[in-house]
């Protein structure tokens, strides 16, 4: 599996200036019309679903960006299927959108879609998550983060929330959707830097809960039967890690004592269970991604897409749990 990072390495070579303008040839800037107005984009937006917290924050901000900017937004909920998005693209093909943008259900499986946009001339960006594909000019640039990093900060911050500890440590994992770019960049973060620390530092149990606090709570009931000496959950999400909360309490067990809880994310109901000492530590995720795309779409459009980086990446931190207090009225979302 080829992580963002390696494949924007690999692929910055081979996108060529060229390749970009050819959409751009085909999407001019904003045309004139005989009142002298300009002609307003029509953005087309696949969204990955509503699963979360994190997800409507990163919903409600497309669309306030896209109105503050004056961009005409098409919005989907693709439900998290990938067949769902695939429809919405075409969808968007067939309308003569002038961008299209989209938060990949999984890596894979894009070729042939992202082909038929580029056939008709239609620029594509991608935000969130990243895609694999034979072929880099088939977008234009990625608006989103790093998750390989903040798997690698959650083990740091698990580290400091574990000062003082000496001996082995066994820790249950709750994945995101199987095939998305978070749940298998943040998992490989977070087992390099695991292993670097120590090696009696143990995964002993796996499992996506599809980034829904339904599915936190089910698997992590599902690790505590199995596996009742857990000391340590890693979880993709805050929404998993409230949900596995829930089963951590009804096991009868107090969670961010008996069991110590890292989390990615970020989102309000992640800071208020870190504020009761719930959840030990939360590496942000910014979902606050609108401004950013609608800036991109705006460049794009006026056919100075290779001005732009393969990648914008977005600017986040980190908060353990004695930060939360202080931080959690300034949380937008």
């Excluded at 234009?140 to 911050?157: C, I, K």
């Excluded at 000496?166 to 959707?177: D, H």
């Excluded at 770019?181 to 995964?203: N, T, V, Y």
């Excluded at 069991?259 to 800071?271: A, L, R």
């Amino acid at each position: 599996m080829i992580n963002r990072r390696g494949f924007l390495t690999m692929t910055a070579a081979t996108v060529t200036a060229g390749g970009l303008a050819a959409c751009a040839k085909k999407n001019p800037a904003k045309s004139t019309g005989s009142d002298g107005g300009s002609k307003q984009i029509t953005l087309g937006f696949s969204q990955v679903g509503s699963e979360s917290g994190w997800r409507a924050a990163n919903t409600q901000s497309v669309k306030e960006a896209a109105k503050a900017a004056g961009i005409n937004l098409k919005f989907s909920d693709a439900q998290q299927k990938q067949e769902n998005q695939i429809s919405a693209i075409r969808s968007y093909i067939a309308q003569k959108v002038d961008v299209i943008s989209f938060s990949p259900v999984v890596v894979t499986g894009w070729d042939t879609v992202l082909k038929e946009a580029k056939a008709a001339g239609i620029p594509v960006i991608l935000t969130d998550r990243s895609v694999e594909t034979s072929d880099p000019s088939l977008y234009v640039t990625l608006v989103g983060s790093d998750f390989e990093n903040e798997g690698e900060r959650a083990a740091h911050l698990l580290e400091k929330v574990l000062t003082g500890h000496k001996g082995p440590v066994k820790i249950a994992q709750l994945e995101g959707t199987t095939g998305a770019a978070p749940a298998i960049e943040r998992a490989k973060g977070f087992a390099k830097i695991m292993h670097a620390s120590d090696p009696d530092w143990k995964i002993i149990a796996s499992q996506s809960g599809d980034f829904t606090r339904a599915g936190g709570k089910q698997v992590m009931a599902a690790f505590l039967q199995a596996h009742s000496d857990i000391e340590v959950l890693f979880s993709h999400n805050d929404d998993m890690a409230i949900g596995a909360i829930q089963a951590i309490q009804a096991a009868g067990k107090t969670p961010g004592k008996d069991i110590k809880i890292v989390s990615v994310d970020g989102v309000h109901d992640g800071f208020v269970a870190m504020t009761k000492g719930q959840i030990n530590g939360i590496v942000e995720c910014n979902p606050l991604l609108g401004p950013q795309l609608m800036a991109a779409v705006k460049t794009v459009h006026a056919g100075k897409g290779s001005t732009l980086p393969r990648w914008i990446k977005t600017q986040e931190g980190d908060y353990t749990a004695d930060q939360a207090a202080a931080a959690l009225p300034s949380r937008k979302y």
